[in-house]
């Protein structure tokens, strides 16, 4: 199996390279945020209290993230791979998700890592918010918490894969067909 993590802050284009990483590969694309968003358009209570949180640019609880891909895990036995987008975004999910995989006889290929600063994740999004209708997009405040909730949080996942000698890191902006070369060129190597 094909097991890859994409990661990077919010705006890092995690979302865009994923479509396109799908498409060529034939993976289960599974992303937190859309499987979150999908509680909330379906007006589920779980989407109910994570509305509340994603609107304040705060995480959701980790034990309501690891349910929901548990259950995608087990509902796509017979899948060549998977994309984990924002997801995990804690070490307590990036253990949990090992343990899942290790139940299933199954890794993680590896991580891969977009990197981009500060300053141009915030146009980025703020750019997206314009057209997204996402609450989260739209407010400067909002934006700022969620690339602190990265820093603090979610940041050491990279150092918890790098322990495995599992994380590659590419340069995220650019092109994107030059960024996709770079994350095919390394998937190659798995
Ligand atoms: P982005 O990467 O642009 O921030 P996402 O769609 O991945 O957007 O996530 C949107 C929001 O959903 C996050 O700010 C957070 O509140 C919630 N969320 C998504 N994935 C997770 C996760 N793995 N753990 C906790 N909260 C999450």
Redesign the pocket.
């Known amino acids: 199996m094909l097991n890859l993590v994409l990661f990077g ?3 890092a284009g ?1 979302g865009t390279q994923s479509q396109k990483l799908i498409e060529k590969y034939g993976l289960i694309h599974l ?4 499987l ?2 999908g509680e909330i358009s379906q007006g589920t209570k779980l989407g109910l209290e ?1 509305k509340k ?2 609107d304040e ?6 034990a309501v ?1 690891i349910g929901m891909i548990s259950n995608k895990l087990d509902a796509n036995k017979e899948a060549k791979g998977f994309i984990f ?6 070490v307590a ?1 990036a253990e949990a998700l090992d343990s899942l995989l290790e139940s299933k006889q199954s890794a993680i290929s590896g991580m891969i890592a977009l990197v981009v600063n500060d300053d141009e994740l915030e146009h980025r ?1 703020l750019l997206r918010g314009k057209d997204s209708g996402r609450p ?2 739209a407010n400067p405040e909002v934006i700022r918490k ?1 690339i602190k ?1 990265y820093n603090d949080k979610t940041a050491p996942v990279a150092d918890f894969y790098q322990a495995q000698h599992k994380l590659k890191s590419i340069n995220g902006i650019g092109s994107i067909e030059d960024i996709f070369g770079a994350i095919t060129g390394i998937i190659q190597s798995y």
């Not at 640019?57 to 980790?62: H, K, W």
């Open positions: 802050p919010p705006g995690k992303s937190t945020g859309d979150l968003r994570a949180l994603m640019g705060a995480l959701v609880p980790d993230v987008d924002g997801f995990p975004r804690t999910q999004l989260d997009d969620r909730e």
